[in-house]
T-cell receptor, first 112, second 113 residues
Framework: EAQVTQNPRYLITVTGKKLTVTCSQN?????MSWYRQDPGLGLRQIYY???????DKGDVPEGYKVSRKEKRNFPLILESPSPNQTSLYFC???????????FGPGTRLTVT | GQQLNQSPQSMFIQEGEDVSMNCTSS?????WLWYKQDPGEGPVLLIA?????ELTSNGRLTAQFGITRKDSFLNISASIPSDVGIYFC?????????????FGTGTRLKVLA
């Protein structure tokens, strides 16, 4: 079954404690992306990756890092989380050519 | 950052009614996408539009890519209770670039049985 998986699905952490949210896809898609969703603001793109070792900033990259060492995985790293990064995070993928994105189930992060 | 103006923000309708929502932008896009999000889940793609003027249907859903490339519309006919959720538009391409997507703020739909 074609799918995008995220782990963990829920996370409560404290300010400054480094964390990583993983995203994995089994569709061999070149393109992967991270979004955050906040009430009233819709989804905002954090980072995206066009292929292995190729990443670029979206609209809200501050406070986040990403890496793309292999095609199937695209982890989101928060080196020093702060309360304003409390949000619902989604990973998305698409294959080369068609521009439709497919989303993972989401990770709800709370930073206290 | 750039955002799309999506309206209405929310709507209550009776089961069986038709629903219309739209998205507008100050800049052009090459692709318009419409998604539905249920509580606790990720957005699910409903319709993708690739050409200005294009009209595409998916069951009871119909969406159009505006002629100016700056807007898009989604219509739902004969709504049913499972249509409840948040609907998002997204624009891709144009001045924002091939790899960036800009989302609307969503239309929350509630259907009264």
């Amino acid at each position: 079954e074609a799918q995008v998986t995220q782990n963990p699905r829920y996370l409560i952490t404290v300010t400054g404690k480094k964390l990583t949210v993983t995203c994995s896809q089994n569709m061999n898609h070149e393109y992967m992306s991270w979004y955050r969703q906040d009430p009233g603001l819709g989804l905002r793109q954090i980072y995206y990756s066009m292929n292995v070792e190729v990443t670029d900033k979206g609209d809200v990259p501050e406070g986040y890092k990403v890496s793309r060492k292999e095609k199937r995985n695209f982890p989101l790293i928060l080196e020093s989380p702060s309360p304003n990064q409390t949000s619902l995070y989604f990973c998305a993928t698409r294959r080369e050519g068609p521009r439709e994105q497919y989303f993972g189930p989401g990770t709800r992060l709370t930073v206290t | 950052g750039q955002q799309l103006n999506q309206s209405p923000q929310s709507m209550f309708i009776q089961e069986g009614e038709d629903v219309s929502m739209n998205c507008t932008s100050s800049s052009i896009f090459n692709t318009w996408l419409w998604y539905k999000q249920d509580p606790g889940e990720g957005p699910v793609l409903l319709i993708a539009l690739y050409k200005a003027g294009e009209l595409t249907s998916n069951g009871r859903l119909t969406a159009q890519f505006g002629i100016t490339r700056k807007d898009s519309f989604l219509n739902i006919s004969a709504s049913i209770p499972s249509d409840v959720g948040i609907y998002f538009c997204a624009g891709q391409g144009g001045v924002s670039g091939t790899y960036k997507y800009i989302f609307g703020t969503g239309t929350r739909l509630k259907v009264l049985a």
